[in-house]
């Protein structure tokens, strides 16, 4: 993302201009923007002109456009950004007051306007802007009939094909048919990589299955490259990593990037950092469950105690609807920061993300235990009883 200049009072209010250069940078515009704000860019409006002898032409015009925005539209398969909203600015083609839709495009400036820029937003802005790239990783998730083929980048995981091919059971005397299917099945799947898969910002590809169907499919993989001479595979060898999954699924993934060996291979990307830390609660809520909290009212507490050393919060959270509930955990996380805290932000869009929604959404790894939390939690539930019975 590039940031064309940035206009922010002390107050907090003012305005960004920024340029999407990349897919992933929809994603950070998603969060950026919430409802309420304005967002000027330009759009084709389809304006009807009448001529002297009453005969009317319509044109598509090119014209820049002030919206409040009212509704936000995320398409993560084509990355692309819609907004909705009312014209807030005059303009020739658009009266005051009148809905009119966005489409956010890539290399296209837009400017965002806040009535208060929060320590979030100018972070996210911060880590978009950032032209030091973290490694990217491709994952080749399959079993035999089933592939998906993904892209993990810092802030999400994207599905770029689903590959499913019925392969017929083996016969007794007649293998034929499955060995065909599954050969049919391979090629899918290596063209899959090829066409999504950009070796120039991948680092590493991994490739998981149950049994021996990853070792089968990287050994005709590699077999068809050296017959056919792609010097793309050939060249990039050393970057496939072939590891084990219990099933052919997306939510295998998860297990996949808690692999040792993985975690090893990919250690500087975003992805890894987020599914080492979520093990280490989730190892903490099993041996010290007095040190590990999930839920809003619970890590509320630590904090005013001082106690959070790791705090786990969804970027889902920043984007309610809620004015005061996104601003309450602005504070939260302003303040676990300002304690010597550390604060994740787990994208909505990554497996570990996916798992912390699972938990509402926030959880904290505290520096003391603190089990009167879990005695608070016990006296609510009681309370709870004791209601409903009377």
């Known amino acids: 993302m590039k940031v064309v200049y940035q206009n922010i009072g002390k107050d907090g209010d003012g305005s960004v201009a920024l340029i999407p250069e990349e897919p992933?940078?929809?994603?950070?515009?998603?969060?950026?923007?919430?409802?309420?704000?304005?967002?000027?860019?330009?759009?084709?409006?389809k304006v009807q002109t009448e001529s002297s002898t009453g005969s009317s032409t319509s044109n598509r015009i090119r014209t820049t456009l002030?919206?409040?925005?009212?509704?936000i539209d995320f398409d993560t398969q084509a990355c692309m950004l819609r907004l909705k909203g009312r014209n807030i600015e005059e303009n020739q083609y658009v009266k005051m007051g009148a809905y009119h839709t966005l489409d956010l495009e890539l290399n296209r400036k837009f400017i965002l306007r806040k009535q208060e820029?929060?320590?979030?937003?100018?972070?996210?802005?911060?880590?978009a802007s950032d032209p030091a790239k973290s490694a990217d990783v491709a994952a080749v998730v399959m079993q035999e009939g089933l592939a998906y083929v993904c892209l993990i980048t810092s802030s999400m995981t994207i599905v770029r094909a689903k590959i499913d091919v019925l392969i017929p059971r083996k016969r007794k005397g007649c293998v034929q048919?499955?060995?065909?299917?599954?050969?049919?099945?391979?090629?899918?799947?290596?063209?899959?990589?090829?066409r999504h898969v950009n070796f120039d910002?991948?680092?590493?590809?991994?490739?998981?299955?149950?049994?021996?169907?990853?070792d089968q499919f990287y050994d005709y993989m590699f077999q068809t490259a050296i017959k056919t001479d792609n010097k793309l595979l050939l060249d990039n060898k050393s970057k496939f990593m072939l590891v084990h999954s219990s099933s052919g699924f997306k939510h295998s993934l998860?297990?996949?990037?808690?692999?040792?060996?993985?975690?090893?291979?990919?250690?500087?990307?975003?992805?890894?950092?987020?599914?080492?830390?979520?093990?280490?609660?989730?190892?903490?809520?099993?041996?010290?469950?007095?040190?590990?909290?999930?839920?809003?009212?619970?890590?509320?507490k630590a904090n005013e105690a001082q106690a959070v050393e790791t705090l786990m919060i969804s970027d889902k959270l920043f984007r309610?609807?809620?004015?005061?509930?996104?601003?309450?955990?602005?504070?939260?996380?302003?303040?676990?920061?300002?304690?010597?805290?550390?604060?994740?932000?787990?994208?909505?869009?990554?497996?570990?993300?996916?798992?912390?929604?699972?938990?509402?959404?926030?959880?904290?790894?505290?520096?003391?235990?603190?089990?009167?939390?879990?005695?608070?939690?016990?006296?609510?539930e009681e309370k709870e009883t004791e209601d409903t019975n009377k």
Request: proline share 3%; glycine share 4%.
């Open 24 to 45: 992933e940078d929809m994603w950070h515009a998603y969060n950026l923007i919430s409802e309420g704000d304005s967002v000027r860019a330009t759009t084709i409006r």
């Open 66 to 71: 002030t919206i409040s925005v009212e509704n």
């Open 117 to 127: 820029w929060d320590s979030v937003s100018l972070e996210r802005i911060e880590q």
């Open 177 to 194: 048919q499955h060995e065909k299917a599954l050969l049919k099945f391979y090629d899918q799947v290596m063209q899959a990589i090829l």
């Open 201 to 214: 910002i991948v680092k590493c590809v991994l490739i998981a299955s149950p049994g021996f169907v990853r």
């Open 254 to 300: 998860k297990e996949v990037l808690q692999d040792p060996s993985v975690m090893n291979k990919i250690s500087d990307t975003k992805a890894a950092s987020e599914v080492k830390i979520m093990e280490t609660f989730y190892t903490m809520l099993q041996c010290e469950p007095a040190k590990a909290f999930y839920g809003k009212k619970h890590v509320l």
């Open 320 to 380: 309610c609807t809620d004015v005061s509930e996104r601003k309450e955990y602005v504070r939260l996380v302003d303040s676990v920061k300002e304690n010597g805290g550390d604060v994740k932000i787990f994208s909505s869009l990554h497996v570990s993300g996916e798992q912390l929604d699972q938990l509402t959404g926030i959880a904290a790894i505290l520096r003391f235990p603190m089990p009167e939390l879990e005695d608070s939690d016990d006296s609510d």
